[in-house]
């Protein structure tokens, strides 16, 4: 049996494929002592639109570094099978020769041929082959992948079964290794997710099953909820198998990445068990769980509308606002609350102005405000609007949600539907149209707003950003440099941290 | 087949037994509105030193309470039969009638016929009877277990198996379920633990097996490295079995406990995992985790010891120093490196000073400072000392270690065993011997120190403590206190939190 460790490549996820040196060099020092048999380290690809780092083109500067710090391992690079066309090989493979020494082609059940035809040409150029066939957890006895696997025999050196949703069973693996092994005698391999917490389980299947591949990754690091830990296997075979392990360089490099871990938050929870319990893709889970304003909740009801094949469940009227030249928008900061006695005093002066509240989190400082309120329902802010108001004293105010279908699903605070609206579009930004900052721009903008206040919108210290809190940094600025151009005054009125056009205080106001 | 929910009952280890009031309402409100079928909320118990919190004593206060907020589910408290003698069960249990009905007895196996005394006396008060049978993963073919286990027949109303450890696999698991079913026709249950994130698959097993009571807790939170989570199974049930959740309460209970856990930390790591997967105790590792001196290199270090059976391998010679007046003790805060310059000079000045380094993070500021050097070796302090000195440079100074035998195992520097000597005792505080400050203090008060300075001992900031943090100055400040009467000036020359006798600056010294 071999163990794989794949914790570049499929960590990078969490990363954008970028590792800074002073850990790459411990982990492919440590990989170099200790019983894994081959180190995938990342991607080799042609140019893609977006950023990726450097662990998704693996340059040869890269791999001679790498191969320098692991002399002895198998190194291998992963292709992705829908990204790769034949006449790309040459350029993409031929300057890894002597560096790499096997190439995994990634590739989905129904393209199974196609990851063939790489197979053969990769061979020829000298490399070891291994095809990963993705989605697992979706086939069964009568898969079409099953009549052809056996055309792997001639050019593949190993096949491996991924559990790419995490939703696979120790039974359903049995039966697929077995399907497997009754057409093809190519070496098997399984490389499992850990949505229900079954990589482990799953594994130890595989392997009494035959299959002698094993991919993990160190703590788990991988996309969504993430792999079979290495550490967790090694641990495993060292003390029922007797694997000589090296635990102080295990427990270091175990060390280094669980601090990582601590800002990216790999591994599961509910959202990734519902998605792979029910085999739905982690790709929207994971920009979900990565967005602090989509509660744990509204991500389950957004899985559970999958599972039934809705986009969403209600489509609201659209909103056709009364226009105001005045808007206060009200972000969920805690300068709201401390400010409170003078917020309320600069809006009740004018009665013309509206308030739009962003977030829930602040509605309670505009109870009795006669003026009038928009409350933007995005994620859980129903929820906690309704936790603000009880059910006797009602919501006087207009809800505004993000344009149909939500993704996210409608949750409606109870007895307002009959004041609940949608957008019909978010024009002024292409990106992040469910954010709720995103919704009440959009709104000031219907309003046709001529003043637009900030209130609330406070930031994060600088120094101990979370990589979330900086996503929602970046992304909020955005929507503001997008929307200020649609205002006169776009100004923040208390203190803020973001870059909003003008900076004000509230207390010129009621001075 | 029922869920039984012992968020409360397993999640006490970490919190003291104590939980909000405002987290108990949501946790129990939910727990009525969910497919569980079996609430287990604490222990009951005689008087025990230590602090215990309400949910270890679970008063008829409390009981009258939770029977509120969750009326129709079966309330279970647990019993220690090992705390818990015949002749107690009137005072323990009378109270309780009305308000719970069943009673869960935790043994171990070779005291299973205790239990069945004690179940009998339950079962009469109109209780019903639970015996859990702990450390399973130690239970073979040949167990005299097997032997009196039909004695429960007559007394209880399930037997419930416990994974203790977090050790046994799947294949195992089936094999004590059938050697059960064998003798008893009670109905048996199981309680995972994650160790080796086979809870959920040991679970399924289980189920598979006949199992009909299956112990879970919301987020895993449970001793050690935890339990089975409940949203796991409950998620799993929901997707296969059609068991009908709310995720919404779901979600919203699972997102309150992901913040304790912030704090707290359950869940496995390497440590755990070595302890599962050799079948050792948890306590001591749990200890070790929550302390931060311990690397996870040193316990998994301690772990492999006590897998041979070893409480230490290596005898150093006693420490018998010559004497000084003057030391200073330096810590691993920051403010070392920050104020280095001024810290050389001070202690240059006057060569009798000698340096005892509680920890090795601010080691490299005194290199080529001639003053004689004491480093404490505790945890990972060694190879922290490894890291900073070359070993072409080498170490000019004395290694000190915590008295023989050392539980986490003995860790000296490559190359410096000529220099290094253990402590005889650590005379002057009763309690925390192997950590690295009271290593330090002892030396100080061993080499008749009469003045002695602490330099970064910086503390905390007090409104973002953890609780490890909290526990370590709590720590911290009861050396200090204990150790000062051992001399004439006991101060800080740096900033710091700590509570230190006298707080002077280092620069009032080198003006």
Known sequence: MQILDCTFRDGGYYTQWDFPDDLAKPYFETMERLPVDIVELGYRSRPQKGYYGQYFYSPVLLLRKVRELAPTKTLAVMLNEKDCSLNELDSLLDPCRGLVDMIRIAVAPVRFSNAIALAEIIREKGFKVGIN?????????????????????????????????????????????????????????????????????????????????????????????????????????????GLETDFDKLGNIVARFEKLKEDYGWGT?????VSGANSLPQKDVMDWVSKRYYSVNSIVRALQNQKRGEKDNLKLPVLQPALCEKVIIVGGGPSVNEHAEAIRLFVEKDPEIVVIHASAKNAAVFKGVNNKQYYCIVGNEGQRLESVFSAAEGIDGICVLPPYPRKMGTFVPSGLIEQSFELEDVSFSTKYADSHTAVALQTAILLK??????????????????????????????????????????????????????QLSLYQYII
């Open 133 to 241: 066939i993705m989605y697992i957890s979706s086939l069964n006895e009568n898969s079409a992948l099953f009549d052809t696997l056996s055309k792997g025999d001639d050019v593949a050196d190993a096949i491996s079964l991924v559990d790419s949703y995490g939703g696979v069973s120790p039974e359903q693996l049995k039966l697929i290794v077995s399907l497997c092994k009754g057409v093809t005698s190519i070496p098997l391999g399984f490389h499992g997710h850990n949505n229900l917490e079954l990589a482990m389980a799953n594994t130890l299947t595989a392997i009494d099953s035959g299959c002698e591949i094993i991919d993990a990754t160190i703590t788990g690091m991988g996309r969504g909820a993430g792999n079979l830990r290495t550490e967790l296997l090694l641990t495993y075979l060292a003390a029922k198998n």
């Open 449 to 502: 707003a001529v003043e637009v206040f900030l209130l609330g919108y406070d930031g994060y210290p600088n120094q101990s950003l979370s990589v979330k809190e900086q996503d929602l940094v970046n992304e909020n600025n955005y929507l503001f440099n997008e929307a200020a151009k649609h205002f006169s005054t776009f100004a923040a009125l208390t203190a803020t941290r973001y870059e909003i056009r003008e």
């Open 269 to 273: 929870n509910l959202p990734y068990m």
